[in-house]
């Protein structure tokens, strides 16, 4: 089983709509987790962090359920800006900080 | 201009030659990272470093080898190219702090094994 596992999409929405993305980790001592956005053949930018009590920026909202060991991310307004891979990042220990893990990434398409 | 550089941004090489990426910033960050990113399997690291003499081996180091030759430079080297290396390449830093400190990218390099 992978450490991190999302839908690699793609998910294909018109402008507006509202879109939600999830992903599942394996470590149930993870500590850290993260958005990142990738454009296509860019290199990878984070989107934004996940909080134990959720957290919203703008049109975008992350949580985190570690019952059953998920984050989640939530797009409203979709703009056709938003079309690219959002990547799911775990940290799994504290020691580690350093050591990203990293999801295949969530397709996005907005169209007009 | 860019925080984090990487040469060259394509590479298209045979199954056998030495290959060097390199990789500069200008963030003043301690640490700095290789990582490959395949189709379908995310990124994976390779190697990193917190300092200048400090180099810790990734996931995925076999067939590799790097060198830190300043805070600002670290470079990745395929001492034998195979096939299998094909992938894309970046580089990132990060700042020396608690957990959940933010990673930053260089634009990547596309090496193509033929």
């Known amino acids: 089983r992978k450490e991190v596992e999302q839908d690699p999409g793609p998910f294909n929405v018109p402008e507006g709509a509202t879109v939600a993305f999830n992903c599942t980790y394996s470590n149930s001592a993870s500590q850290s987790f993260f958005w990142y956005r990738q454009d296509c053949r860019k290199e990878p930018k984070l989107l934004m962090s996940?909080?134990?009590s959720g957290n919203e920026d703008g049109r975008f909202t992350a949580q985190l359920n570690r019952a059953s060991q998920y984050i989640s991310l939530l797009i409203r307004d979709s703009k056709l800006s938003d079309s690219a891979t959002y990547l799911c990042?775990?940290?799994?220990?504290?020691?580690?900080?350093?050591?990203?893990?990293f999801g295949s990434g969530t397709r996005l398409l907005v169209r007009p | 201009d860019a925080d984090v550089t990487q040469t060259p941004r394509n590479r298209i090489t045979k199954t056998g030659k030495r290959i060097m990426l390199e990789c500069s910033q200008t963030?003043?960050?301690?640490?700095m990272y290789w990582y490959r990113q395949d189709p379908g399997l995310g990124l994976r690291l390779i190697y990193y470093?917190?300092?200048?003499?400090?180099?810790n081996k990734g996931e995925i180091s076999d067939g590799y080898s790097v060198s830190r030759q300043a805070q600002a430079k670290f470079s990745l080297s395929l001492e034998s190219a195979i096939p299998n290396q094909t992938a894309l390449y970046f580089c990132?830093?990060?700042?020396?702090?608690?957990?959940?400190?933010?990673?930053?990218f260089g634009p990547g390099t596309r090496l193509t094994v033929l």
């Open positions: 996940v909080y134990s």
């Open positions: 963030k003043g960050h301690d640490r």
């Open positions: 990132a830093t990060s700042d020396r702090k608690p957990q959940g400190n933010e990673q930053f």
């Open positions: 990042v775990v940290i799994p220990r504290m020691d580690s900080s350093y050591k990203l893990i």
């Open positions: 470093s917190f300092d200048v003499k400090d180099i």
